[in-house]
């Protein structure tokens, strides 16, 4: 039976009601399941059957929303991009001096790691396989660029070395790239923190003039 009138239900439960979660859609349902199973096994190795089946979906049912799983890889790697973004860009905010925001930067990627697992380990290694990229006019700008600007107001005001903003951003991306991944595999004899804070360090190593 539907109750028109709001008046009926009592405040508590219409509260509730009127502020539940939006159920997923087929079109989230088979998201999730392409970003579990090529986070899991590649997008080469991952067949749209898969996803579909993954998803409680038939086949026909992505197709309906995407142009193929070329374009579905694409927008999750838009989607996983954007998130890593915003959690990078909430960590800079917190900060002010230069030292300090790159650091926020470094252990921002480790965060976005923790709280979305799947979304990290499907953004580095789409990228680095080369199967997806920001390559669009309308792809969001790389996380190396909020590196650089870190960079470059470190080297306006004398604290980090002269050189070229991009390419030590892209050092310390690699750098954490790698240590994220060694985590993801259990190679690494280090516990989780130590291996944070020991590659924090050594991205403020890279930014920092040399000793003389």
Same mark, same amino acid.
């Given at each position: ?20 979660p ?15 199973l ?5 997008i080469? *190795?991952?067949?749209?059957?898969e ?29 996983c991009l954007?998130q890593?973004?915003?959690? =990078? ?6 900060t ?5 925001? =790159? ?5 921002g990627?480790?965060?976005?790691y923790?709280s979305?697992?799947?979304s ?5 290694s ?7 990229? *920001? ?15 870190v =960079? ?6 004398g ?10 951003a ?11 991944l ?8 280090l ?10 360090? *050594?991205a ?9």
């Open positions: 039976m539907v109750v028109s009138d709001h008046s009926l239900i009592p405040p508590s439960i219409w509260g509730f009601l009127s502020h539940s939006t159920p997923m859609t087929k079109r989230d349902d088979i998201c999730e399941a392409a970003l579990t090529f986070a899991e096994n590649g080469e *190795a991952t067949t749209t059957r996803i579909a089946e993954h998803a409680g979906a038939a086949e026909g049912t992505l197709y309906r929303h995407f142009d193929g799983k070329a374009d579905l890889a694409q927008w999750l790697y838009r989607r954007n890593l973004r915003d959690t =990078l860009t909430d960590a800079d905010e917190a002010s001096t230069p030292t300090d925001r =790159l650091e926020a930067l470094v252990r990627v480790f965060d976005f923790a979305r697992p799947a990290c380990t499907y953004l580095l789409a990228r680095e396989s080369g199967a997806v990229g *920001a390559s669009e006019s309308d792809a969001p700008p790389s996380p190396v660029h909020l590196f650089a600007s =960079l470059d107001e470190g080297t306006r005001q604290v980090f070395r002269e050189t070229s903003s991009p390419l030590v892209g050092w310390i991306l690699a750098m954490v790239q790698r240590t994220v060694f985590l993801k595999t259990e190679a690494l004899s516990s989780t923190q130590d291996a944070i804070d020991q590659t924090v360090d *050594a403020r190593r890279l930014a920092m003039p040399s000793p003389r």
